[in-house]
């Protein structure tokens, strides 16, 4: 019986999307496009933040020093503030909500930085949650087999009872490799309740 839902975070709750973050920072020109998607959303400090190795701080000076003079005050923005406007996901707010009310354990599991509780606790939805793990708090990264186990025992939940839902197909393969029920989700809130009731999840 499923008695908790983990979701991710990026592009499962909130719009994880560099190229509506560059446009809300006026990053128009597309060569200056491709240099801040290669030098800082695909760079090796960006997956050191989500592991814990750097924070926004500490990868700061690393990032712009790889950016043209004109870029760097506009990377710094999206650095420190990518988020704002928080832009969730299409109709997973209620869905949350909906779980809640129905007496599910809610939970988030995602890759971020040691950050991410800055803006999670100021977003509404943060409210729901029983509990949140962060990649680069716990310093372990999905798709890591140690995230799961250390997820299941720091909350002492069953893997069984677990359904996880992440946009990544190998996050949810390896959440299933340990007993977790899983979803890969495709961006459509109505799709995801649909593979929830399936499982035998009652809204």
């Not at 290669?38 to 500490?58: H, K, Y």
């Not at 707010?93 to 800055?118: C, T, W």
């Not at 025992?153 to 839902?165: D, G």
Request: hydrophobic share 45%; glycine share 6%.
């Amino acid at each position: 019986m499923i008695r908790n839902i983990v979701f991710d975070m990026g592009n499962v709750l909130l719009r994880f999307e560099p190229e509506l973050f560059m446009t809300r920072q006026g990053i128009l020109d597309p060569s200056d496009r491709e240099i801040v998607t290669r030098e800082m959303f695909r760079s090796v400090e960006w997956a050191q933040m989500d592991m814990g190795i750097l924070q926004e701080e500490t990868a700061e000076p690393l990032i712009l020093e790889r950016m043209p003079e004109r870029l760097r005050e506009k990377v710094k923005g999206l650095l420190y503030h990518w988020w704002e406007p928080r832009e969730m996901m299409p109709g997973m707010e209620k869905l949350v909500q909906r779980l809640k009310r129905a007496g599910y354990g809610i939970y988030l599991l995602s890759n971020a930085s040691r950050n991410q509780p800055e803006y999670w606790e100021k977003m509404p939805i943060s409210q729901f949650f029983d509990g949140t793990m962060i990649s680069g708090i716990v310093r372990v990264i999905k798709p890591t087999p140690a995230i799961y186990t250390l997820f299941t025992e720091e909350f002492h939940l069953v893997e069984e009872e677990c359904v996880f839902i992440d946009d990544a197909p190998v996050n949810v393969a390896m959440a299933m490799a340990h007993g977790w029920k899983g979803i890969v989700f495709n961006g459509d809130a109505h799709d995801t309740e649909e593979k929830l009731r399936a499982l035998g999840v009652n809204f």
